[in-house]
């Protein structure tokens, strides 16, 4: 019994009209991509996620990991479960065919994805690291790196693990202090690194670690630290398993949530030094987890739209099930269904939550449009627009996935806070993802620190042109879609201004800019929500003018995207005085604060 | 050593401005209460809390609360630490003379709460819960309940407990099923009672139990349910404790915070019934329960004060000592409070834990003039502006708690999600009080549904009145004062007009009002936080101009009036497409939702 079921009319509807699954599937590189293809891989991860991991989540947060005697065991089914996602092939899902993957569009593994994260977020963050891996080596690793890791990798018979914070050096990497020191053909890497997700585990017989490290005759700072691979276990010629690497976990995290994933402090060379492998360039190791940065921000990213969707459901059922009070102007005690705050949390959740989906599968589809586009300059376009929009799904995304799971609680009432019921589960599992792959801070920082900066705002305008084009359409359309309009225009007049003010501040005072830049991510995450709405409501108003598919499905979309721009997107101007307000913060008596 | 120390210079501020401690004090009540007075509570209370109760805080989460045959074991320190806060006679602080309390005002008494919840929440609740009994006693009890009872929960050597909720009946107690059988002179009560804060502990040799329960001749629904005082231990006629009653803790809930506080389940009459007797009027227990309505849920709300203010201070401790990365424009590694969002973070958390807490003192310092202004109009509208703010203290500043919480969180990165530092303690703890004493939706449902509703918006205006007045001051004040009056003056015209959209919905179509109940006490804690804060501006520079008190305190005041504005008062107006949006809402299609 699952209380998980991947929504999949509407995956299907946001990966059909707002990735353009059907021209994206034009295009050579997923040819072999049919309809059916896509149903049946949807269906498949739906029931390895609805069957199998979702019913693990709530004993995996109860058992967590144990660490004895250097080995981590994971909570009771997970290695079972990880070995049926290996057989099933869903590792390699979106990787290329020539690197022993299945060649699907990034887009479609984006729906898988967050499927693995609803069912268990623990277990999904497995997946997520060994690809990170995956990436790097890739892009960097030398022929024969790629020969002995890559194969293994790919299936998730090996999984990786990423290793770059220390105590000192968390979101500033510069200061970390990991060294490795050469020795023949390869080097001693001797440190200690924290929060290394599934730094050990019990699932399969290595881990790859790539690792973060000083040369010894590294430059100080960020341009002093070199990326190397350092496997559990050292591999032979012949690709046989041999003796173990001078590596361990020295303890595990007593974490607020995630539990079932062993988030480990590693110890590096305590005996002599482990001996890892250069990957890429000396002193360019930052540069090379660019790599694979968008794609694992576009993940954890994910992880919110999942817990938005997964609180969703848990709170949609209780809400069906529970009866409590006579709602105004009923006679009798009903469902809290009924009772109009209730619908309004239930909205809130829903309509967020398919906002923050169309925006990272949108995004998602812009990867691949980036790689696979036949013509240059639509390639560029798609990349200018994955990179401006890479912070606002991880930040945006995850600030709406621990706010469903919180009002997930409030719909509960008391039962909310027991942990029992699980929905405290989902509210300690979603904060991770505000903090982990550069913080929603970082996020924002980027965004106005380097994507607007380093354009001047081209990409960022480029996407408002478009904004004003859907509201264009809106124009055009009937009664009801017109009702957006209103919200819409002033949230992309918002944007507008708020990106033009902040190019200008950031020249002259850039603290004072990067002091607006969490409440200018955030109007951009309503505003490009609230566009990708309305694109969905314009769909289902072509849905229903020519009859076509679920109608009911489509009345609704049309009716939550009005919620949206009611609850949601009507607040975007409202961030302006914040995302100007930089001298106020920037002015404050330090010693006072 | 503590990490806790009670703000006492801006507590002493807010007591002094907003409370009007001054004016209070010339009351004759409370002609006793002397400058140094007031000095000596706050330096006292500041000392058991800071000493005492915040160093069990930690320790006291990760012990919790055994039960064992019957008897729950608080954590290490706890019931020593219960015995000095009864030794000092701080349960008593509020209550009247005749009372056996010390007739302190609720406003001085209010500040010194926010020190117990700050220090230590699950603590806190037990001396609120003796509160309500004590209150419900006074209110409702007889000449010998009050005698054999009262004296001892006054001084809180034994303790009240609150039995309201049963599994089919939360926020619905009218679905209640306990049972009170007559017998002679007293009752049988019969039922199971869950989530009853401290229903068994090991602080007092015994606990006094209010219980709602049926009478055999009761009508169904509300006005069918009873109060009933049923003490743990039987007392005799010369107060000495007699036999054990028929109840027990049959379990405790596991929860997601507030771990060292016991949540019962509660047995009543396995043996044959628990002997109690009824306290007020027979099916008038709901009735009776507001009486102790308001100062609960104005406790609760405190809650979130206190916790918001407890996440500010750990958050800024962290942000002061934890160095890493270069701020921009920046020439080495600094700590991270000179970078620009962890500046905007912690004045966020400054600016609306001091907005919260200025309205529930404010609110506090009401209920005493409610009671004791010599002319009855004054207490009257005293009164209206109590009933009108409560339900938004309650819920608005517990969201405020929640938020600092979880930004609390965000400024310590990694290390906030890790259990020991302690942050993520502070996050699960201030969840629970958007739920109990009422869940924040149903505190939305009472301001428009009753508060609105019952005099058609008539205490609503009278405060808005108050708050142009407040404007008027603004627009005559200087340069720096009046760039508030922009955003204050938005809010204001958003609530009125708000006010007025809701009143007219309410007739029509209540359904569609309650929609949009839970924005609409948001934008009213939003505007009245702005309004208090803009009076303590305005306080702050008089003590400006008079070159009185520290001025440097007085500057940070008005910068975090301004950052107040910018950041959340400016957001006020555009609340209102939800308030207004009911019909969206109510018209979705349920079996799609």
New interface residues.
Partial sequence: MSDYAAPLAEMRFVLDEIAELPALTKLDAFAQVTPDLVDAVLDGAQKLAGEVLAPLNRSGDIAGCVLENGIVRTPKGFREAYAQYVEGGWNEIALDEEQGGQGLPQALATAVSEMWSSANTSFALCPTLTMSAVELLIAHGTVEQKRIYLPKLATGEWTGAMNL?EP?A???L??LRTRAQPEGDHFRITGQK??ITYGEHDFTPNIVHLVLARLPDAPAGSRGISLFLVPKILVNEDGSLGARNDLRCVSL?????IHASPTCVMSFGDAGGAIGWLVGEPHRGLNAMFTMMNRARLDVGLQGVALAERAYQQG?AFARAR???????ADA?API???????????SM?ATSEAARALAYYTAAATDRARHEPVAAARALAQRRVDLLIPVVKAWSTDIG?EAA?TN??IH????????TGA?QH??DA??A???EG???VQ??DLV?RKLARDQGAAARELIVEMRACDGELAASSGELARLRA?FGAGIAALDAATALLLDRYAAA???A??G???YLRLMGIVAGGWLMAKSALAAERRLTRGDGDQ??A??KI??A??Y???IL?????????I???D??????????
């Fill in positions: 914070t000192q968390g979101s500033d510069a200061a924290i929060f995290e007593h974490k607020l949530g949609r009866v409590q009070g006579r709602p105004v102007g005690a269904l009924q009772h109009p705050d209730v619908r309004r949390m239930l909205l829903r621990l919180s609680i409030q009432g008391g039962m909310g806070f027991i942990e029992e405290a509210f300690r904060r991770i505000l903090i982990y913080t929603n801070g924002a920082q620190g919200p850039p603290a004072s990067l002091a830049s969490v409440p009911r499905f009345k609704a009716a939550t009005r919620f721009a009611e609850h009507a607040t975007a101007p409202a961030l302006l005085p914040a100007a307000g930089g106020t913060v920037m002015s404050f008596d330090s010693e006072l604060l």
